[in-house]
């Protein structure tokens, strides 16, 4: 079995949870390989949408922002921005979007945007962009972040993104399609929502441990019943990443 790194481990887990025909509104970084990853394996027709406007990206090398020429050759169609969010997004048409940020809370709502007092912040990060919007409008989200407790508030000091918002009704009564996050990948296993949209640990990658995932969490973790061990990294997995992907390594440093 080869080693990988956690940023390896994580992009892997997320890629699974991908499913064949996705369509999956996606920026750079982590999630664009696991998206690629998710095309090369089990998922073929999955569609990748970027933000600028991009549909059915097939790019010829890894994009370094959302605007990168290389979105456009080959891709089925490149429209507006307005296009993308008013008729893809809120019309139902993405059933995935990938989540990042600084903190997500007890109920899967993710924070961008400050840490610290809105007004005084201890940190000034750097927003939103368009993902309160997919937050709110995609069928369901997936987040990547190594498990850390300062990731992992109770309480998110801003919320830039909703999921669950403080129940597990609150969403629909609002009139937000969609589930909001499904499932958090970190290094140590997989968090999702229970009925009341609590995030809980619902498996455990080969060799960590619940005592560490509660260590690293921001309040009092629950276990999921049927707690699962995720399936090792595969060396086909990793030589798709590796030699085909990320040859550079710019996205897969990250943990050892």
């Not at 009341?196 to 973790?221: F, K, M, Y």
Request: charged share 20%.
């Amino acid at each position: 079995m080869m080693d990988y790194s956690s940023a390896e481990l994580m992009i892997v887990n997320a890629a699974r949870l991908l499913r064949d025909g996705d369509v999956v509104f996606v920026g750079v970084g982590q999630p664009n390989l696991a998206c690629n990853l998710a095309k090369r394996t089990h998922a073929p027709n999955l569609v990748m949408i970027y933000e600028a406007g991009v549909i059915g990206a097939e790019p010829a090398r890894l994009p370094l922002s959302i605007g990168d020429p290389t979105l456009v050759s080959g891709a089925l169609s490149v429209v507006s921005m307005y296009d993308i969010f008013a008729n893809y997004l809120q019309r139902g048409n993405v059933d995935v979007g990938f989540m990042g940020g600084a903190q997500i809370d007890k109920y899967g709502n993710i924070n961008a945007t400050v840490i610290g007092d809105y007004a005084h912040p201890k940190v000034r990060l750097p927003g939103s962009g368009g993902s309160q919007e997919i937050a709110a409008w995609a069928n369901r989200c997936y987040v990547m972040t190594p498990h850390q407790k300062r990731r992992f508030p109770e309480r998110c000091d801003f919320r830039t993104s909703v999921s669950a918002l403080d129940s597990g009704n609150e969403r629909q009564r609002l009139g937000l399609r969609g589930r909001g996050v499904v499932a958090v990948v970190t290094d140590i296993g997989l968090l999702e929502p229970d009925e009341n949209g609590e995030l809980i640990l619902t498996a455990l990658h080969p060799g960590r441990t619940v005592e560490e995932a509660r260590a690293n969490t921001g309040w009092d973790l629950k276990v999921a019943p049927n707690l699962r061990i995720t399936d090792p990294v595969t060396e086909r997995e990793l030589i798709i990443l590796r030699e085909e992907l990320d040859q550079q390594g710019i996205y897969l440093k990250g943990g050892g």
